[in-house]
Every structure is written in C-alpha cells, then in structure tokens.
C-alpha cells in the first residue's frame, strides 16, 4: 500500500475510532440509554439473575456495596450477586426514585447518581436490615453495542444525618 | 482552504485531541500520579484546607459523603468540605491503608479504589462517630494539568460485614 493512501484512510480510521465515544453524546440521548440501563439493571434485580444484569457491564467493573465490600471484575461481581440476589435479596422490592444526575467524564465515560428505595431483608448474620434509601454512583462506559456498568460504588443514605448537611439539598434530592 | 487540504489536516487534529488523554496511560506512571493526587488529598485534609483539596478536582465534580450527601460541582463540593474540615475533621487524622486498584475507563478516566483510616470524631447531631475504614471511588479524569477528581464516592466499611463476603478477599483488603 502507498504511503499516500495510508494517510488518505487515517481521517476515516480517526472517525471509527471516536464513533462509539461520542455516537449519543446529546444529554436527550445520554439520559434515555442511562434510563434504559437502570430498567434492565432493576429487571435484573427483581429476576434475581446476576448473568442478566452483568451483561451491561464491563468485564473489568469493580463494585464496592453497602457495607463496603470491594469486588473487582465481573466474574467475581456477577458471582457475588449471584450468591445475594438468590438468597437475602430474592423478593426485596427495588425502585428507582430519581436519577439525581448525569455527567459526563471526558469522551468516553457518563457518572450517574441514582436514588434507589429498597425493601427490607435479612443479613447472613441475622441482622434485620430496614428498608434503605442508597444513593449509587454508577461510572458508565460508551461501548459500541451501549452504555456498560464499570465502576459502581451503593452507599446507603443516613436520614438523620441528612438534617445536618452544610449544603441546601437540591429540589430533586431526598 | 481546498478540500485536498482539509483531509490532509485531519490525522493531525485527530492526534492533537487525543493527545491529553493518552499522555500517562502507561500502568507505572498512572500509579505514581494516583499516589501524588492521593497525597495532596490527605495534605489538604491535614491542614483542614478546603480550598488547596479542590485544587485537584473539576468544576463539575460530583461527592457522594459516608452518610449519602450528594454533593454537586466544586463550589457546593467545597464549600461542605470547608464548613466539615473546619469543624468536626479538624484535628482528626486520616492515613491512606491502600490502593486497591486503579482500573483505567476509556482514554480519559481513571477508576481508582483507596482505603483510609479516620480517626474518631463527633457529629453535629452529637453522635460520635468511632474510628473508621473507609472505601473511596474517585474516579479521576486525565487533563493537561494532570489527573483532576471527577466523582468520589466514599463507603464506610462495615467490618462485622465482612465475614459474610461470597468473595474471598483480595490479599491487600482488609
């Protein structure tokens, strides 16, 4: 191949390359594949099946829970979730409150934050955890085939502490 | 501008946008720059400096505290962490335990997983917090300037938890 027709496809390889990344940059579309993706994620959930909800995601997410755990790749995350959502999690109702928001982190990469309300359940060790508002942070990767968990971090909110932030919550806020 | 030489210009503009977000890709050198970033970090928490700490963030950062305030862009992110450090933080220490991971995001974001260890402190609520672990998400973007905190998301580690993790613990965890 010339040199002259190599730098006449590298504008069209350069394209490919930053398809993916930038194809539903719009915040209309950033914010309807967010919504998709916390449907199937609650669809998963409310299956109870772990290999449903960890095909939108990376193969290399780290997820850290409620309690502060750390998982890290999907093998184990998936695994992990296998083990929770068939047993203490089966039947917990999980509903999205608010997608509280939408950020984008360079090209590539969406930081959401969504309010999630979950029934109450049993811990191994038998502490009887009550229903919980949590606040996720899910880091969204741009893939061809759509958005993909990476990195999610679930923290469950402390109302009573709440009454103490320094910060006016904004009017979409718990 | 002929259209000959627009095409010609592309491989070059392309590289020129690229070029940031490609500049420290290599493992060694993201783990030195998550140190350094992680150590201004606790500097400015040692001198209870809400301002030098923000210095390392972007203008639309989004935090996420223990307790599930959900903090959103640098003014109102530090503007709580002036009002926290100046009051209950001040004085308490904090050591980093680990980095657990760094797993980069596309081109432009670093996901990162640090433990620290926090002193004891009370609450405004009158509640005294013990000592804790926490686990911190900061999900980092890579700038010119360096790499900038983009989202963090901070997890006490609730350690009777532990014992009923599916997953055995990476050898560094605690």
Chains 1, 2 share one sequence.
């Not at 309010?115 to 009887?128: I, K, L, Q």
Request: glycine share 4%; hydrophobic share 50%.
């Amino acid at each position: 191949m010339h040199r002259r027709q190599l730098f006449a496809m590298a504008p069209a390889l350069a394209l490919t390359a930053t398809a993916p990344a930038t194809a539903s940059a719009s915040p209309a579309d950033d914010a309807a594949d967010v919504a998709a993706l916390l449907a199937e994620y609650q669809a998963a959930w409310a299956a109870s099946d772990a290999a449903r909800m960890f095909r939108i995601a990376t193969d290399d997410i780290h997820w850290v829970n409620v309690v502060g755990m750390h998982w890290q790749g999907k093998a184990d995350v998936e695994e992990a979730h296998r083990v929770y959502l068939e047993t203490l999690f089966r039947g917990v109702p999980m509903a999205l409150e608010a997608v509280e928001s939408v950020v984008p982190i360079g090209a590539d990469v969406l930081a959401v934050v969504a309010r999630w309300s979950v029934g109450a359940y049993t811990t191994p060790s038998g502490f009887e955890a009550p229903a919980s508002i949590d606040r996720m942070s899910l880091i969204l990767k741009r893939t061809p085939e759509g958005l993909r968990m990476a990195h999610v971090a679930n923290i469950e909110v402390n109302a009573r502490a709440q009454a103490s932030n320094p910060i006016r919550p904004a009017p979409d806020a718990a």
